[in-house]
Nanobody, 115 residues
Framework: QVQLVESGGGLVQPGGSLRLSCAAS????????MGWYRQGPGQQREFVAH???????DYADSVKGRFIISRDNAKSEVYLQMNSLKPEDTAVYYC?????????WGQGTQVIVSS
């Protein structure tokens, strides 16, 4: 069974950085899509970024130029480097794995951007 565990969240000041990690276990295909969604307070869950294999990253417009997604297939981990954080980035961040049409989700990690 596929399991995803996020880590790296926390409290950071505006303009700061955090690096989220997602450790995957189970039958993970190297050439597959993994990425991140987030859900802010009182908001719907929204797409943040994803990457297929180690190539072709894609980002939501709201995070382009600030966030970087990467993947280490040897460790079955995907990362989200978040720079120049803004208060509106405050959310629970969820890692996902999509081998086909089905999404597997992690439990989420809280990111709070506040002074």
């Amino acid at each position: 069974q596929v399991q995803l565990v996020e880590s790296g969240g926390g409290l950071v000041q505006p303009g700061g950085s955090l690096r989220l990690s997602c450790a995957a276990s189970g039958d993970i295909f190297s050439i597959s899509t993994m990425g991140w969604y987030r859900q802010g307070p009182g908001q719907q869950r929204e797409f943040v970024a994803h990457i297929t294999g180690t190539f072709d990253p894609d980002y939501a417009d709201s995070v382009k130029g600030r966030f970087i997604i990467s993947r280490d297939n040897a460790k079955s981990e995907v990362y989200l480097q978040m720079n120049s954080l803004k208060p509106e980035d405050t959310a629970v961040y969820y890692c996902f794995y999509r081998p086909n049409v089905y999404y597997y989700w992690g439990q989420g990690t809280q990111v709070i951007v506040s002074s």
